[in-house]
């Protein structure tokens, strides 16, 4: 039984920073990442990270994201600085495993930029 637990989302101002961790279990993964959807709007990638460290950014935050994974205890991060208002979404932490490449999503934590 895959689990992922989601913890560091909430409010900040424009230009602030928040980091977001998921730590999974229950199998071995190969990618590890976030997505995110705003009210109204698909759900899209943010960032992804394979287990050989090899990542992957939607353009618009390239350059404020950074995404990392500790394999030891399959926990990826998100470190997000220069908050804009237009990163507001519910983010959902997003997993591969090794085997037969199932995916599984965790429950999603709100971030809110306010202007």
């Known amino acids: 039984q895959v689990q992922l637990v989601e913890s560091g989302g909430g409010l900040v101002q424009a230009g602030g920073s928040l980091r977001l961790s998921c730590a999974a279990s229950?199998?071995?993964?190969?990618?590890m990442g976030w997505y995110r959807q705003a009210p109204g709007k698909q759900r899209e990638l943010v960032a992804t990270?394979?287990?050989?460290?090899?990542?992957n950014y939607k353009d618009s935050v390239k350059g404020r994201f950074t995404i990392s994974r500790d394999n030891a205890d399959n926990t990826v991060y998100l470190q997000m600085d220069s908050l804009k208002p237009e990163d507001t979404a519910v983010y959902y932490c997003?997993?591969?495993?090794?085997?037969?490449?199932?995916?599984?999503w965790g429950q999603g934590t709100q971030v809110t930029v306010s202007s």
């Open positions: 997003y997993v591969k495993r090794l085997l037969r490449g199932i995916e599984d």
């Open positions: 229950g199998s071995i993964f190969n990618a």
């Open positions: 990270i394979s287990r050989g460290g090899n990542t």
